[in-house]
Nanobody, 120 residues
Framework: QVSLVESGGGLVQAGGSRRLSCVAS????????MGWYRQAPGKQRELVAA??????TYLASVKGRFTISRDNAKNTVYLQMNNLKPEDTAVYYC???????????????WGQGTQVTVSA
């Protein structure tokens, strides 16, 4: 059974930084693509970043501010978020899925989410 446990959310001021972590179990971590999604109130869930075999993809609005990385030895994927803006406020979800060589990500299992709130 796949388990994804996110941590690192919280309240941060605009311009600040936050690092989210997601520990995965129940999968062969190194064989899977991993992604971070977010969902703001009243909006659809959107892909923020994904990583697989050295390929990364980012939502246009976070490029240059967010960095996704992974530690296969710790079964953990990270999302480093810098220069946060109020519009980054959302519940952030970890995901395990698959990604093509062209960077298209297909989500599968989900974590429970962690709230990130950016104050102006």
């Amino acid at each position: 059974q796949v388990s994804l446990v996110e941590s690192g959310g919280g309240l941060v001021q605009a311009g600040g930084s936050r690092r989210l972590s997601c520990v995965a179990s129940g999968i062969i971590f190194r064989n899977n693509a991993m992604g971070w999604y977010r969902q703001a109130p009243g909006k659809q869930r959107e892909l923020v970043a994904a990583i697989s075999n050295g390929i990364t993809t980012y939502l246009a609005s976070v490029k240059g501010r967010f960095t996704i990385s992974r530690d296969n030895a710790k079964n953990t994927v990270y999302l480093q978020m810098n220069n946060l803006k109020p519009e980054d406020t959302a519940v952030y979800y970890c995901n395990v899925g698959a990604m093509t060589s062209s960077g298209t990500y297909f989500p599968a299992d989900w974590g429970q989410g962690t709230q990130v709130t950016v104050s102006a």
